[in-house]
C-alpha cells in the first residue's frame, strides 16, 4: 500500500502510509520542497508520540506533499508498483498506480487460470472509503479499475484471498488498523489528511 487505481495501489495505500510514518526516509537538498515539508511533519508526529503527553494540535498532509513523498523515495513501494498518485476528498482517497504483476506473484502456481487475469503491466485505479478515530484506521475499497475497465468483485477477492491476506494479513477488501504515532483521530478531506495526535 495504493496504490494504484487497484490491491497493489491499496496496499500501497496501507503498508507504505504506515511505513512512510514510522520510518522517513532521510532528507537531502535533491528532495522538493514538498517532500521537505512532509518529512518535516513526520519527524515531528514522531517526536510528538514520544512525549508523556502529546500535543493535540492537528497535523495536516497535503496532496502534493503525500505524491512527493510516494515520487521521491520516501516510501518503499511493493515489488511491481509504481507512479503512485494520491487524490481525496471527504471520507474518500483516489489512488492510481502503474502495477508490473510479474515480480509481484512469482512464486505463486501459473497453471491456475485465475492468476491470469492478474498478469502483465496495468494502470491501476482504486477507490476506497477511509476514516480513522479512536486510534484505528478503517478502509473499505469501492472499485477498482485495471487500464479503463471495472475489475469483478470475486477476482478481487480471490487476488486478496490468495495473495494479500497471506503477506498482509491486515490488508483486504475491508481493512482495519492501528494507526501510528499515537494519531487518534485521521480525517481524509479535499486534497488533504488531517491528523490528531492524542
Known amino acids: 500500500m495504493s496504490s494504484r487505481r487497484w490491491i497493489g495501489a491499496f496496499v500501497v495505500l496501507v503498508l507504505g502510509w504506515t511505513a512512510a510514518a514510522q520510518r522517513p526516509a532521510p532528507v537531502g537538498d535533491a528532495h522538493s520542497g514538498a517532500y521537505r515539508s512532509i518529512q518535516q511533519k513526520l519527524t515531528y508526529l514522531k517526536l510528538n508520540a ?4 502529546p500535543d493535540p494540535k492537528p497535523v495536516e498532509l497535503t496532496e502534493p506533499e503525500v505524491n512527493s513523498y510516494f ?47 492478474f498478469s502483465g503491466q496495468h494502470d491501476i485505479h482504486v477507490i476506497a472509503q477511509a476514516v480513522g478515530t479512536g486510534g484505528v484506521a478503517a478502509l473499505e475499497v469501492h472499485t477498482v479499475e ?13 487476488f486478496v484471498q490468495h495473495y494479500l491476506t497471506p ?3 491486515n490488508v483486504g477488501m475491508t481493512s482495519t488498523f492501528k494507526i501510528p ?3 487518534d483521530i485521521a480525517s481524509v478531506e479535499s486534497g488533504k489528511v488531517r491528523l490528531v495526535p492524542k
Not at 507512479?83 to 471520507?91: F, I, K, M, N, Y
Open 167 to 169: 503477506r498482509y494479513p
Open 146 to 158: 485495471m487500464d479503463g475497465a471495472e475489475v469483478p468483485r470475486w477476482a478481487l477477492e480471490f
Open 50 to 53: 514520544a512525549r508523556p503527553h
Open 71 to 117: 515520487d521521491e523515495g520516501g516510501v518503499k513501494l511493493p515489488k511491481g508498483v509504481s507512479q503512485v498518485h494520491l487524490t481525496s476528498r471527504p471520507g474518500v482517497i483516489d489512488g492510481h498506480a502503474h502495477v508490473d504483476f510479474e515480480p509481484m506473484l512469482q512464486g505463486h502456481n501459473p497453471n491456475n487460470p485465475l492468476y491470469a487475469l
Open 181 to 183: 504515532l499515537r494519531i
